[in-house]
Structure formats: C-alpha cells, structure tokens
C-alpha cells in the first residue's frame, strides 16, 4: 500500500472515530435518553418533520419543475429573465426570515411552515430544472427538429432525459436543504424535531438538544444518499457526467 | 412605509452594530476556512485518495442542518467553558465554508491545462514556482467563486446563530419573532440580504480585477 | 427532385442570408452548397425541411410546394445529418439510429433489421455497437452513425450540413469514400453543404457556389473549374486547383481508367515519361509544350501510347469525382 492511501486512511478513519467518540459521549451522559423514554413523542415530531418536508417538497416539486420546463419554451424565453431574477432575489433572504413573515400572512401553525418550506424549495428545483434544459447543446434539438419530432416528443425524449440529472440534483438539493429548514418550523409553530433542538436550547437541556438534532442530521444525510441511489437509476446511462466525486 | 422608516432612525446604531458583528462572525470563519481550505485544496491534488475521502466527508457536512450543527456545538463546547455564544457558532460556519472552498480549488488546480503546465516544466520552474506562477493564477476565478458561494451560505447561516447566542442579525429576526414584530423581521431580512450582495459584489470585483486578462471570459 | 425558385431568406434584423436562388436538384444527385463561411449555405438547406422559414419565393420537393405539405411529415420524409453528429447522449446507438423508424412506428423486429443492415452498410457491428452509448464510440464512427440514422427510414431526400467537417482529414477521406459507396446503391438525393473546396470536387454531382447568399455558378464540379463563368469563380477555386487534385493521380491510373491515345512514330519532336509519373506533372510539361508529342512507357521502356491535354481534363472530370468510366469516344 503506498502512503498516500495510507493517508487517505488514517483521515477517513480519525472521522469516524470522532463521529464514534461523539456518540459514546452523547450515550454516556444520556443525552439520547429522551428518545426512549418520550419516544411517542419522539415517534410524533418525526412524522411531523416528514410531514412538513414531503407536502412542501411535492408542491414544490409540482409548480418548480413544469415552471422551469415552461419558461425554457421558445414562447416563454422572454419571461425567463424575470422570473430566475425574482427567484434569485427570493433566495437572498434568511429562511427564518421567510417563515417568521408567514407568520403574519398565514398564522401560527403547519401550515405556515409547508408554505414557507414549499416557498424556499422552489428555487434550487428551479433552477436547476432551467440550468438542466438550458444546457443541452442547440445542435441537439435541432437535429431533433430536423427528423421531425413534435415538441412534445423533444421535451419528453430528449430534453427531459438529458436534463434529468441537473433536475434531479436540483430537487436532492431542495429536499435535503428542506429537512433542514423544517427543523425551523418550531418557531412558527409547525412542529417537527426541531421542538425537542430549540427547547433544548432554550433549557440548556442537551438531552433534548442532540435527541433532536442528531435524528434530523441522519435524516439529511440518509435522505441525501437515498435520492443520489434514486438519481443513479433515473438518469439515463449515456447523459451521465463522465465522473461522480 | 412611514412608521417603518422612524424604526429605523430610531434603531439605525444597532442595526449597524449588529451588521458589523454579523460581518466580522462571517468574516473570520471565511478567513479560517480560507486558511485550511485553500492549502487543503491544492494538495488534494496530489493525493486522489486523500480527494475523495476530504470532499465525501465535506460534502456530508454540508447536508448537516444548521439549526442541528449549532445545536451540536454547544454540549461540545460546553466542555470546555464554551457553550453559548461566539465559538460554536464560528466553529459551524468554518466548517460550513470547507465544502465549496476545498472543492472549487482542487478542481480548478486540477483542471489547469496540462499544456500549460507542461510548458512551466519546460521552463524549468519549480513546483512551487509552478503553483505560484501558473497553477494558482489560473485556477483563480474558479477559487474565488467558491469563496463566494460560502460566503453567501454563511451570511444566511450566520442568522440562525442568533438562536445559540453569538448576535449578528439574526438577532433581529428572533426578536421580531417572539414579539411579533414585522418591521424588525423585514428589516432583519433586507440587511442580511444587503451584506450578502455587499459582499458578493466586492468578492467579485476583487474576482475581477485579479483574474488575469488573458484567461478572464 | 427539388427546385429552388427565386428562393430568399431575409433574417429578422434585415439580413438577406439567400437572395433569388434557382436551381433544380435532379433525383439521385448529390448537390453540394458551395462557398465561403456566411454565404447561405446553411440557411439555404435549413429551408428544404423548414427549419428556417421560406421570407420569398418557393422550394418544391418532387413538384409539391414545400409549405403546403405537412411540416412534420415533411421532415420524416428528408434525412438530416449536421457537423456536430446531433446523437442523443440519453440513447443507445441502436435507438439513436432508429428514432425516425420509431417515430414512424415500425415494429421491433422491422427496427433491428433495419439498424443491422445500416451498420453492416457502414463496416460497424450492430451486436457490438448497438448496446453503447454515443460518448463511446470515436468521432469517425458517431458522425457514420450520424449519417445512417439519417438514412434510416429510407428518406429520398438527405439534407447533409458539413457532415464529414469535424473530422480529421484522413478519417474525413475514408468516409467521404465509403459514403458515395453507400449513395451507388441508394441513390439519394442530396444537398450537401461544405466549405472544402476538395470535398466539394469529390462528392458533387453538381456544385452550387454561392456569394453572399447568390447563387453565382450551378455546375458540375469540372465545367466549373475548366469554365468558371465570372471572376468570382475563378479566384475561389484557385487557379492550381484542377492541377492540385491531379497530383493524387498517376498517368496509370488514367490508363487504367480511360485508356491512353495512340502515337504517332511520324511526330519527330517527342518526349517520353513514364507511366507512373503524376498527372500535375505530366499536365505542365503538356501545357508548356516541351514537345509535339508525349510518350508513355513503362518501366521497361515499353511505348504504352500517348498522353494529350485533352485525355487529362477527361480523366478530370470522371475519376477525380470516382465515376464510372466513360464510354471511349474519339481518343
Ligand atoms: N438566425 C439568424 N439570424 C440572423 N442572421 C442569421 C441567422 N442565421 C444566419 N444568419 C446570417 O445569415 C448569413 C448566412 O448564414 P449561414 O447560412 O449560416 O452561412 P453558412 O452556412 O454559409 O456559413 C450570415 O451572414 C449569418 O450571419
Ligand atoms: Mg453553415
């Protein structure tokens, strides 16, 4: 073995020996007592993360992508400039801001939180559903064009497809972002994990504080690997970029 | 509109301050990070195996929610003394940084022409020479976009950070929250997207004016 | 068959890429679009299958008015190859080369046998290649994928837009080659636009040299050397170019091909030249008349016959575009 994997090891290894430190740690002072021993409640405040990420994420995923499919349409492209500009802009503010002035527009309450989350979900899902068609080289659409397929047969068969991996990333992106973000919802009274993170803090109580961040980390990061196995099955073989990292 | 306005003359001087204390909490993360990420980076280089490992490991801590990440600093750092406030939130925003940093220079050195390099070798430049002269000019613009885009998560981050004590303008918004109080939530928001677009517009031009002419397109 | 009239194309913003072209297109020709970057080529071809719309005037394919035939169908009917191949990276090289079949909707079975005797037609394997994916294959072997996806559902018309131009010249020759193979037994017909002077000679039957979007000489590619009908002609030819291509060829060759004339033992003033000597060479030394009479022998010394200007344009005009060779008359 030569010494630069040696390396690469020793690196990989000290990580997960920190993570393992960590946890023993955290076992050690019980810091993850309250899941066992409030586990309906904490079985609750994970349905209703879940809850929060899905029904905001579906809508998202309903108005971001036709939207981008829309305005990367010929008829449309005027209206790109605008909406990725107001869309940009959007991203700018803080997404506790977004759902702190929902508050005043929809109440305290779940809803609130899904239509904030649905609201900062849309951009990344936009964006990369434009970025995703706007890349596609003109010669192919124009060859396509040229055998005779109809738009609707470019947009399903070639557009879609050769973009699938940009959306894709875009809508991972969006969701791992959401789940996040939804550990917010607290403060618009929304529910989900992050009730036992901001109690915890509130309460100096660092039981409640990792019981509900470490469960919302391994959600981000299992949610995140789950939908980069979903995308290495959707994206079609040869549209692919040459290498992952 | 008018109310809105007599806030903020009465409320200018700590908004300013709490500007500043945003500023300077993103500032220092950035240069620390900067300061691992950069070197980090190039190194990777030479070093595939180490790459995929750092970048997997960045890239997962990127996933980390922040409001999660923060929360997990502070039982950590309460061991030694520092729980609530400055330090954890820094410590987060540092490694928040490290993904887009370390990613943007080991691709950017990486992907500089290997003619060009090459070339330098043919000249008889030393590596160091070579990273200094060649390699780091070039792979600029692609370094400094990564620059940026951490700097713009961390100015966004750096808002939840008010909720484990290390002020910014965050503070703001949190106030606004449990007084109901939209004009501190608006005018958090709008001054935390005023510095993130301050700050990108300077990044930028400092992008610009150092990038070097004949590979700026 | 296809005829422009008086066809023109003005651009939004008042750019005319083809002013008043005429030209008809006879069934089974190849038709190469001719002439300096930004003369029209491409727009002129883009108008036969109405990517580009028609600002005056008509094309019509086989007698039908191009805009009163359905648009779609339109191009079903046309093949269509450009520079840049166009194969879609999301699709096998088997459904790649079968998308118009499919859009047509033939049957699975109907399909492969198409796509084995295209690739046969082209030296590739269907077994081999069709599983893979575009990225795959070397930029020789897209663009020959590029060109039989076109042929696929047996269009009678191929609109080719410097198909073989990406490619490095020796590949671009051996293509070049194996398509006019291809079109001997398929007897398309083509518009094929090129830039490349040699390329143009090679494959056309006929050349349409266009200026500015004019069309200023419609012809075969040796009347338009040996009688360029305007300056313009003249200059973009070059006037070494008929003797260039020449160089590629011996006086065997043209033995072989055309035969050589008898000579004359009562001409007094003769030269002898062997018969593997180039034509380029063998032309100046006819055009500065060193002798009466040039002979050929062969290696022995062996008088094989006699060479004359006029057997060196023949020869032009037929093997340097591989044509069959021409009846023998009056040599
Ligand atoms: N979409 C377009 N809009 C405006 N002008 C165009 C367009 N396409 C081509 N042109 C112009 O028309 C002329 C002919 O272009 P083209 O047909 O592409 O030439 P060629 O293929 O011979 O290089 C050029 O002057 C070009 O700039
Ligand atoms: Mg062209």
Redesign the interface.
């Known amino acids: 073995m030569n010494k630069k994997k040696v390396i690469s090891l020793v690196v990989r290894y000290s990580v997960y020996g920190l993570v393992a430190l960590f946890f023993f740690w955290a076992i050690r002072n019980h810091y993850f007592d309250y899941i066992f021993t409030e586990s309906s409640t904490f079985w609750h405040l994970i349905k209703q993360h879940l809850q929060l990420v899905l029904v905001s994420s579906v809508l998202a995923l309903l108005i971001a992508i036709p939207g981008g499919i829309l305005v990367t349409r010929k008829s449309f492209r005027r209206a790109e400039w605008v909406v990725s500009n107001t869309v940009n802009l959007g991203q700018t503010i803080p997404s506790l801001a977004v759902l702190a002035l929902m508050i005043s527009i929809l109440g305290i309450g779940f809803k609130t939180a899904v239509f904030a989350l649905f609201i900062y979900s849309l951009l990344p899902m936009y964006r990369n559903t434009v970025a995703g068609i706007d890349s596609i080289?003109e010669?192919?659409i124009?060859?396509?064009?040229?055998?005779?397929?109809?738009p609707v047969?470019i947009l399903f068969?070639?557009e879609l497809?050769?973009a699938?991996y940009s959306i894709l990333a875009g809508v991972r992106t969006a969701i791992v972002l959401n789940i996040g973000t939804a550990a917010l919802a607290y403060v618009v009274g929304g529910g989900g994990l992050g009730v036992w993170i901001f109690t915890g803090i509130q309460l100096f109580d660092n039981g409640y504080l990792i019981s509900g961040a470490i469960p919302v980390t391994l959600l981000a990061i299992f949610v995140d690997y789950l939908l980069r196995l979903l995308e290495r099955l959707i994206v079609?073989?040869?549209?692919k970029p040459p290498q992952e990292m | 509109m008018e109310k809105w306005m007599k806030f903020l003359e009465v409320n200018s001087s700590r908004i300013f301050d709490l500007t500043i204390e945003h500023a300077i909490l993103v500032g220092l993360a950035i240069l620390v990070a900067l300061l691992i990420g950069v070197p980090l980076g190039i190194y990777l280089t030479t070093n595939d195996y180490l790459a995929e490992t750092v970048l997997q490991i960045a890239s997962v801590m990127l996933t980390i929610p922040s409001i999660a990440l923060f929360g997990v600093m502070i039982p950590v750092f309460s061991i030694v003394n520092q729980g609530i406030g400055f330090v954890p939130a820094f410590v987060a925003l540092v490694l928040y940084a490290q993904l887009p940093i370390i990613r943007n220079t080991y691709t950017a050195i990486r992907n500089v022409n290997p003619q060009m390099r090459d070339a330098a070798i043919g000249l008889g430049m030393k590596p160091i020479q070579r990273l200094f002269r060649v390699e780091i000019p070039n792979a600029f613009p692609v370094i400094m976009a990564g620059i940026r885009t951490a700097v713009v998560i961390n100015i966004g981050i750096g808002v939840i950070a008010a909720y484990i004590g290390a002020g910014g303008l965050g503070v703001l918004i949190t106030q606004g929250i449990s007084r109901g109080d939209n004009y501190l939530i608006i005018t958090g928001s709008v001054a935390v997207a005023i510095l993130a677009m301050i700050a990108d517009g300077i990044l930028l031009w400092i992008q610009k004016r150092f990038t070097p002419k004949s590979i700026a397109n | 068959m296809i005829t422009f009239d008086k066809t023109t194309k003005t651009y939004e913003g008042n750019v005319t890429a083809v002013k008043g072209v005429d030209f008809t297109v006879e069934k089974g020709e190849i038709v190469v679009l001719l002439g300096p970057s930004g003369c029209g080529k491409t727009t002129l071809l883009?108008m036969v299958?109405r990517?580009e719309s028609i600002s005056e005037g008509k094309i019509t394919i086989d007698g039908q008015d191009s805009m009163s035939l359905n648009?779609?169908?339109?191009?079903?009917k046309?093949?269509?190859v450009?520079q840049?191949n166009?194969l879609?990276?999301?699709?096998?090289i088997e459904e790649n080369t079968m998308?118009?079949p499919d859009?047509l909707g033939w049957s699975k079975k109907e399909k492969k046998e198409r796509f084995h005797k295209l690739m046969e037609m082209i030296g590739l394997s269907g077994e081999k290649f069709g599983k893979r994916?575009?990225?795959e294959l070397s930029g020789g072997q897209q663009q020959r994928i590029g060109v039989i996806?076109?042929l696929a559902a047996d269009p009678p018309v191929m609109?080719m837009d410097e198909p073989f131009g990406a490619l490095d010249p020796i590949i671009r020759e051996k293509i070049q080659d194996e398509f006019l193979q291809i079109q001997k037994e398929v007897k398309k017909t083509i518009l094929f636009v090129s830039h490349d002077i040699d390329e143009a000679i090679k494959m056309a039957d006929k050349i349409v040299l266009l200026r500015g979007g004019e069309l200023m000489q419609y012809d075969t590619p040796s009347e338009m050397l040996v009688r360029p009908k305007n300056e313009f002609v003249r200059e973009f030819f070059g006037k070494d170019r008929a003797i260039k291509s020449l160089s590629l060829h011996t006086i065997e060759d043209l033995r072989d091909m055309i035969g050589l004339a008898e000579f004359d033992d009562a001409i007094a003033d003769t030269k002898t030249i062997n018969v593997n000597h180039d034509l380029r060479n063998t032309l100046s030394m006819l055009l500065n008349q060193e002798a009466d009479q040039v002979i050929v022998s062969d290696d022995d010394g062996n008088k094989l016959g006699a060479i004359t200007i006029d057997i060196v344009q023949q020869y032009l005009h037929y093997e340097i575009k591989a044509k069959p060779a021409p009846v023998l008359e009056g040599v």
């Not at chain 1, 079609?236 to 549209?239: C, H, I, K, L, R």
């Not at chain 3, 648009?71 to 079903?76: G, I, N, V």
């Open positions: 080289d010669n192919l124009d060859a396509a064009r040229g055998m005779g397929m109809k047969q068969r070639i497809p050769n699938a079609p073989e040869g549209s | 883009r299958n990517l648009q779609t169908a339109l191009r079903r046309i093949g269509y450009i840049s166009g879609f990276p999301n699709m096998t998308i118009v859009l994916y575009p990225h996806r076109a609109l």
